[in-house]
């Protein structure tokens, strides 16, 4: 029986290790200290990709290193690229609407804001797209063992094309508030609702590249591209959207403790002072710094 020379193997198994070190340390990072009582829905989508990245890293790990001749490890490799990657584009999607609600909405809660309403809608052709994935996939094994998987020219055309449409809309709608004068982020009291605003627009078109350059090698292979680099090229994708989104949730500079310890009793004082026609920024804790989990609008229950 061939075997597949060891040089992508080996890089490719290497790069899934690091990326599930780098996802468990992500997440503990981000549940540290933490109870289920403050994991809200914002924070809960990203410890959701974190999951997800994590999964996905670790059944590539494994599919790599059993796929030679194998049909049906190579089936499972595609059918996992089609539902685990899907998943983890669902959350960042998810992740950015909810960072466009906190930037762009002052009163209402998300449902009833009709931005809101519309940019959910607009996730509903991915299930669609995620069919025609399913029913375009290729899994091969040639007279060589070796694995070919990937998605026929037609739904890898509309996936890429559905992307570019969803990623440039999402960054239009971060650059608006950004760019007018009448927008909730302006005045000297929203610099760190600025940040959330700078950081996610960036988080958005590393987004955009990171999708369109792997998509766009499934284009170039015309679907039929080696299993070992087609699970490679998407944990660096699944991989580096979940550590873009990290930095996207991060504070720009830390506290010392002493701050730390300072901001805990001037949130409680803050916390009462707000008024019904603007967001504080609120930390949840001193552990996870999750900006956009920062936003609270105390008169307004989210669902």
């Not at 999750?290 to 609008?297: F, L």
Request: aromatic share 8%.
């Amino acid at each position: 029986m061939a075997q597949r020379p060891n040089t992508a193997t080996v890089v490719s198994l290497l790069v899934s290790l690091l990326a599930i070190s780098l996802m468990s340390v992500l997440f503990g990072r981000k549940t540290s200290g933490t109870s289920m009582a403050n994991i809200n829905y914002a924070r809960g989508l990203v410890i959701g990709l974190y999951v997800i990245s994590w999964s996905f890293t670790t059944i590539a790990a494994i599919l790599t290193s059993t796929n030679t001749g194998n049909i049906m490890s190579c089936t499972l490799s595609i059918f996992v690229c089609l539902s685990l990657y899907a998943a983890s584009k669902i959350m960042i999607y998810l992740f950015l609407i909810e960072k466009v609600y906190v930037v762009s909405s002052v009163t209402t809660t998300r449902m009833q804001t009709t931005l809101y309403r519309v940019n959910v809608l607009l996730l509903t052709p991915y299930t669609i797209i995620l069919v025609l994935m399913i029913l375009n996939r290729v899994a091969v094994i040639d007279e060589n063992d070796q694995c070919f998987i990937g998605l026929k020219p037609l739904a890898s055309i509309v996936l890429i094309l559905y992307d570019i449409f969803i990623s440039c809309w999402l960054t239009v709608l971060f650059i608006r508030p950004l760019m007018s004068t009448n927008s909730i982020l302006q005045g000297p009291s929203k610099g760190k609702l600025r940040q959330v605003a700078r950081r996610t627009l960036i988080g958005s078109v590393i987004a955009l590249v990171l999708s369109s350059g792997n998509v766009f090698t499934l284009v170039y292979y015309k679907g039929y591209e080696d299993s070992v680099m087609c699970l490679l090229s998407c944990t660096l994708d699944v991989t580096l959207n979940a550590c873009t989104v990290h930095w996207v949730t991060s504070r720009a500079r830390g506290a010392t403790p002493t701050e730390k310890a300072s901001r805990g009793v001037n949130n409680q004082t803050t916390q009462n002072a707000t008024t019904h026609n603007e967001k504080s920024a609120l930390p949840t804790d001193t552990h996870i710094s999750v900006t956009v989990e920062s936003y609270h609008d105390n008169n307004t229950t989210h669902y």
